[in-house]
């Protein structure tokens, strides 16, 4: 390897450690200030953009089977339950040719 394959492995290096350092100090500022109820709902605002991104351009059967997942999440608070209900959704959705 040469030089320049070394200085671009300590330039990622460097980008990705600064990354994380930049984030414990915002995540710091943010928890101190007025918008501290943010962290709090970042996780399952993660996943609903995870979700969503994921939903988008899928079948009619992919959105039912996710509607149905997300009536037994609401309804149980299960997290077991919820993938295989939507498990089992989508498996007899596309039995069915949805």
């Given at each position: 390897?040469?030089?320049?394959?070394?200085?671009?492995?300590?330039?990622?290096a460097?980008?990705?450690?600064?990354?994380?350092?930049?984030?414990?100090?915002?995540?710091?500022?943010?928890?101190?200030?007025?918008?501290?109820?943010?962290?709090?709902?970042?996780?399952?605002?993660?996943v609903?953009?995870?979700?969503?991104?994921?939903?988008?351009?899928?079948?009619?059967?992919?959105?039912?089977?996710?509607?149905?997942?997300?009536?037994?999440?609401?309804?149980?608070?299960?997290?077991?339950?919820?993938?295989?209900?939507?498990?089992?959704?989508?498996?007899?959705?596309?039995?069915?040719?949805?």
């Amino acid at each position: 390897m040469n030089f320049s394959f070394w200085m671009l492995i300590i330039v990622l290096a460097v980008a990705a450690f600064s990354i994380r350092v930049l984030g414990l100090f915002a995540g710091d500022t943010i928890r101190s200030s007025r918008f501290s109820w943010v962290l709090d709902d970042l996780p399952g605002l993660i996943v609903v953009a995870l979700v969503a991104s994921s939903l988008a351009g899928q079948s009619i059967g992919t959105w039912l089977a996710a509607a149905a997942a997300l009536g037994v999440a609401y309804v149980t608070n299960h997290v077991i339950m919820t993938m295989c209900v939507g498990v089992a959704a989508y498996g007899v959705l596309v039995w069915i040719g949805l």
